[in-house]
């Protein structure tokens, strides 16, 4: 936990792709205090010719963009560290690509914790279960 979905306007690229992940899970570690071991991360590749923002594709820009998504369990993460999370994934992303456009998006979904999981278990049974050890 938890899912990190991209899109990115560059063509596909294992080393480029290593870069995006390696980049997205420590920034999740480091600023969002997930557990690296269950961060998974899903790439797409979108040409730039094919990314329009503002009417215009990027390679007509001379521009790059991304769309980072990731779902994290509702609660457990502050505004603050949230606000961290964007603003370095931005920066991580421009110093990776070169050139971003603006309107490259982070969205960081909080989800309730009965409606999300992995494994066929929710995180609030998890956290349940969890608890319930510790007693």
Do not use: C
């Amino acid at each position: 936990m938890p899912i990190i979905t991209v899109k990115v306007s560059v063509p596909p690229a294992r080393e480029t792709s290593q870069r995006i992940a390696a980049t997205l899970g420590e920034l999740t570690t480091t600023i969002l205090g997930k557990d690296p071991n269950l961060i998974a991360i899903a790439i797409d590749h979108v040409a730039p010719a094919d990314w329009y923002v503002g009417g215009r594709s990027l390679a007509e820009q001379g521009r790059h963009s991304v769309y980072v998504d990731i779902k994290v369990t509702d609660e457990t993460n502050t505004k603050a560290e949230k606000a961290r999370f964007i603003e370095a994934v931005f920066a991580a992303f421009e110093q990776l690509l070169g050139t971003l456009h603006e309107e490259s998006y982070v969205h960081v979904h909080d989800v309730r914790a009965a409606a999300y999981g992995y494994g066929g278990r929710t995180q609030e049974y998890r956290w349940q279960h969890a608890r319930d050890a510790a007693r």
